[in-house]
């Protein structure tokens, strides 16, 4: 079957740097999304791994290992509006994003 | 600001009602969702449409019916729901249908259903 896993919550202090895991298993694989969720907010886009590696955007870096089915989101330099839901979704071969439930993080100063 | 405008953003209705959520977007794309989003669950993909043809409907209930008269509007109409349809619905915009195509999505409808 298809699925994504992800930690349900961490907790983290503000400053520090904070890995969030990812594992999937979808029917053929196009790339996989992290977005960021506030409370009662729109999820907006952070970044998208196709090729094994890591992606650094400022504070923000995602890592794809597809032959181990695995990714990661790390922030470095947390702020306190860092807070918020992180979603993992794989794309499948039919296009389809498969949603992980999301890991909710909590930044305490 | 994300281009994907929700309306209303909360609404509550009994289950013999019939009530519409309206999504526009801004963004000039070409394909269109709708998803639930229930607490601690994943994002459930209900409907897709790509150039205003759905082309997904991911076994949702009958008493929910999407609508895209354009490729900027998307409805979806609900009548005779019951208690657990209560959720946040997000609306959700792509260039295409593709899989590189990045989803921008609006700020969601609180549903609540008595």
């Known amino acids: 079957g298809q699925n994504i896993d992800q930690p349900t919550e961490m907790t983290a202090t503000e400053g520090a740097i904070v890995q969030i895991n990812c594992t999937y298993q979808?029917?053929?694989?196009?790339?996989l999304f992290w977005y960021q969720q506030h409370a009662g907010e729109a999820p907006t886009f952070l970044s998208y791994n196709v090729l094994d590696g890591l992606e650094e955007k400022g504070r923000f870096s995602s890592f794809l290992s597809r032959s181990k089915g695995y990714s990661y989101l790390l922030l470095k330099e947390l702020q306190m509006k860092d807070s918020a839901s992180y979603l993992c979704?794989?794309?499948?071969?039919?296009?389809?994003?498969?949603w992980g439930a999301g890991t909710k993080l909590i930044i305490k100063p | 600001e994300t281009g994907v405008t929700q309306t209303p953003r909360h609404l509550v209705m009994g289950m013999t009602n019939k009530k519409s959520l309206k999504c526009e977007q801004h963004l000039g794309h070409n394909a269109m969702y709708w998803y639930k989003q229930s607490a601690k669950k994943p994002l459930e993909l209900m409907f897709v449409y790509n150039f205003k043809e759905q082309t997904e409907n991911n076994s949702v209930p009958s008493r929910f019916s999407p609508e895209c008269p354009n490729s900027s509007h998307l409805f979806l109409h609900l009548h005779t729901l019951q208690p657990e349809d209560s959720a946040l619905y997000l609306c959700a915009s792509s260039q295409e249908r593709g899989p590189t195509d990045t989803q921008y999505f609006g700020p969601g409808t609180r549903l609540t259903v008595l």
């Open positions: 979808t029917s053929g694989f196009n790339g």
């Open positions: 979704a794989g794309t499948d071969s039919n296009y389809q994003l498969i």
